[in-house]
């Protein structure tokens, strides 16, 4: 089965961390950019980050820069989100999805990604 599983996800208090992670199953990240977009209740879904398969190149929203670093294993078809100085308004449900691989911000406002994970719920506490 062709499938992105998300884990990671917790309850955290600001200024923590967390990482997630992305397995993917049924696939290779091959030709593929991957990346994280996220939904918090009343919000607009935000694109975050995405890493190209075939370069390594990344690209992050603003809201997140400087704090959030994604990265890819490409050996283990895994990718990770490492969340850093968390804040309450990154509290969302974390979608990984699978799309064209070239990472840039056009990637981020995807409406529909080619595959994506049922998601992973992050609460940062004030």
């Known amino acids: 089965e062709v499938q992105l599983v998300e884990s990671g996800g917790g309850l955290v208090q600001a200024g923590g961390s967390l990482r997630l992670s992305c397995a993917a199953s049924g696939f290779t990240f091959d030709d593929y950019a991957i990346g994280w977009f996220r939904q918090a209740p009343g919000r607009e879904r935000e694109g975050v980050s995405c890493v190209s ?3 390594g190149s990344t690209y992050y929203a603003d809201s997140v820069k400087g ?3 994604i990265s890819s294993d490409n050996a283990k078809n895994t990718v990770y989100l490492q969340m850093n100085s968390l804040e309450p308004e990154d509290t969302a449900v974390y979608y990984c999805a699978a799309d064209s691989d070239l990472c840039d911000r056009d990637w981020l406002n995807i409406a529909t ?3 994506e994970g049922q998601g992973t719920q992050v609460t940062v506490s004030s």
């Open 113 to 115: 990604p080619t595959l």
């Open 53 to 55: 398969s075939s370069d």
């Open 67 to 69: 704090r959030f670093t």
